[in-house]
């Protein structure tokens, strides 16, 4: 047995649902989780976003200068952003395709901050209702 956590973005949790199912997920927890990644450090990527992000806020801001602030932050790593945990325990044999419809899932073309999937060996389960152990207590 294996344990899959798979962060991602937020705005990726309904298609990663789908995905699971699809692949065959038997069952997976998902919780709003806060973190950040790798800092980026090519300075055309960060300054590009903050282009997006800015033209993307409203032309009547009050304050420009503190909504530059939080963008700057949002994309220099000083600052936390909001995702989406899953967790996935499943078969030896079934992570490859569980991994795969994950990535394909959530890659983008943005270079940055796409999320990242952690496999872990599981010691045993156990299922509170009928104390079944092992896979017994997943499947």
């Known amino acids: 047995m294996k344990e899959i956590m798979a962060v991602i973005r937020m705005n990726k949790t309904n298609v990663t649902k789908k995905a699971l199912v699809e692949a065959g997920v038997a069952g997976f927890t998902a919780v709003k989780v806060m973190g950040r990644g790798k800092r980026v450090e090519d300075s055309s990527i960060i300054q590009g976003r903050k282009e997006e992000l800015l033209a993307l806020a409203a032309d009547d801001i009050l304050d420009r200068e503190e909504t530059e602030k939080q963008v700057t932050s949002f994309l220099d790593g000083s600052r936390l952003f909001p995702r989406r945990l899953f967790t996935i325990l499943a078969h030896d044999e079934d992570v490859p395709r569980i991994v795969e419809a994950i990535i394909k899932a ?28 092992g896979e017994a207590a997943i499947w």
């Open 106 to 133: 959530n890659k983008t073309e943005n270079q940055v901050g796409d999320g990242t999937i952690f496999v872990m060996p599981i010691g045993d389960a156990v299922r509170v209702r009928t104390a079944e152990t």
